[in-house]
């Protein structure tokens, strides 16, 4: 077993946690949120969409089916650190190729274990998201004060354009007449696979491509993916939504896609309390009345009172929690978006039927 040195967590509110170290040894900060999720723990850490933030688990057990390379939403792991009650470093896993301690090492991860995480989700839930800092190095608390003070606030940061591709890629049947063009916020793999699957031939375009280029790729329709950061300080990407929208050809968007979809027709966002984030909330379809069971990740909302506003605009999901706004369709264009995850790695799959859809409304365009 690995040698564990003291750990500290410290939040923008002057709360202190001790625990231990797990993972890399250093200093790590973001803004903290938190996951209730039992299970997919390595499909959440590396979705683009945590990127810049601090994770807490709240599961009592992280780690104990260990890691394979097939379980990844991205490349690498996209969050900032990790907090849990119990991050375990034995698995049962026939499968698993690697401990959690491993791949939390080999990504450079810092974590702490050892803490109350349940309550730490009840402060949080009641103070709201902030910035966090953890330190497996650094024993003054003092010190760590300091170094949190330098942590920009997440609203209005602008972080996908730095998780998403570098270069353009194209994946399915080049012969297919489904062509979907993908601007990639910090899009997961299996929201392409789920479109792949459905007979798709994509390209997926580097987050600050012009409508031109997309243009260029021919495509039937335009998916806008999920991604981390606050839409109100992606301007480019705004200008580029409103760009494909002009065309007339089916768009589809996700969680951030579903945001700028929003802010392209003149509807403002918000930065949530906490956000939603886990992998049971349920969501009501009101065009079908039907209740669905979703995965969520976002810190960020769709203002409903400037929905109210927008003539061209129809909600069509709703949050039975909290009554936020989870879609929205136009009216007078074929587009239409979803705050929550229908892809659901990990999660239920009660959403899938949205790609079905989207495909659908491809082919009746």
Known sequence: MTVQRPAILLLQDGTV???????????????????????????????????????????VHIGNYGVKDEDVESDNVKIRGLIGR??????????????????LKANNIVSIEEVDTRALVSHIRTKGAMNCIISSEITDVEVLK??????????????????????????????????????DYGVKKHILHCMVDRGAYIKVFPAKTKADELKQFNPSGY??????????????????????LNEGKPVFGICLGHQLLALANGISTFKMHHGHRGLNHPVKNLTTGKCEITTQNHGFGVDPEAVKKAKNVEVTHVNLNDQSIEGIKLKNKPAFSVQYHPESTPGPQDSRYLFDEFISLINSN
């Open 146 to 183: 300091k170094k949190l003070a330098e942590v920009p606030d997440m609203a209005g940061l602008e972080l996908a354009s730095h998780v998403s591709t570098d270069k353009a890629y194209e994946m399915g049947n080049a012969q297919s007449k489904l062509r979907i063009a993908v601007l």
């Open 17 to 59: 946690c001790y625990g231990k170290s797990f993972g890399a040894i250093g200093t790590t900060s973001g803004e903290i949120c938190f996951n209730t999720g039992m299970t997919g723990y390595q499909e959440v850490f590396t979705d683009p969409s945590y990127f810049g933030q601090i994770l807490i688990m709240n599961s």
């Open 223 to 244: 998916f806008i993916s999920n991604g981390p950061g606050d839409p109100a300080a992606m301007d480019y990407a705004v200008e580029t939504v409103k760009d494909i």
């Open 86 to 103: 119990n991050l375990e470093e034995l698995y049962s896993r026939i499968q698993a190729k690697n401990s959690l301690n491993d791949y």
